[in-house]
């Protein structure tokens, strides 16, 4: 079992850029497909960025692709996603996930794994 922490998170201005990270514990994260997702307030969660079990496949929600980029550093145990040119409806609280499954998770069910989430505010 893994256990993963969010970190990163905070104000930041529109325009402005934030690198999240996910360090895992418990187990070797090269052994986890990984996602990101959102929740801002009185909104359901999101997908926003998975990477696969191997580290050859990305996928990103229209919303973030082209801004956002998700990467793992299998030295450290820990996932990232690079946010850059952050807009103010990219205000959410952002959790990493994992899973043990092959391919893109792209949806919250695909996950077995949670951390308990970092803020980020955009303030415009």
């Known amino acids: 079992q893994v256990q993963l922490v969010e970190s990163g998170g905070g104000l930041v201005q529109a325009g402005g850029s934030l690198r999240l990270s996910c360090a895992a514990s418990?187990?070797?994260?090269?052994?986890?497909?990984v996602g990101w997702f959102r929740q801002a307030p009185e909104k359901e969660r999101e997908f926003v960025a998975a990477?696969?079990?191997?580290?050859?496949?990305?996928f990103y929600a229209d919303s973030v692709k082209g801004r956002f980029a998700i990467s793992r550093d299998n030295a450290k145990n820990t996932v990232y996603l690079q946010m850059n040119s952050l807009k103010p409806d990219d205000t959410a609280v952002y959790y990493c996930?994992?899973?043990?499954?092959?391919?893109?998770?792209?949806?919250?069910?695909?996950?077995?794994?949670w951390g308990q989430g970092t803020h980020v505010t955009v303030s415009s």
């Open positions: 990477l696969s079990r191997s580290g050859g496949s990305t």
């Open positions: 418990g187990r070797s994260l090269s052994s986890y497909g």
């Open positions: 996930a994992g899973r043990t499954g092959y391919g893109l998770g792209l949806h919250g069910y695909h996950y077995d794994y």
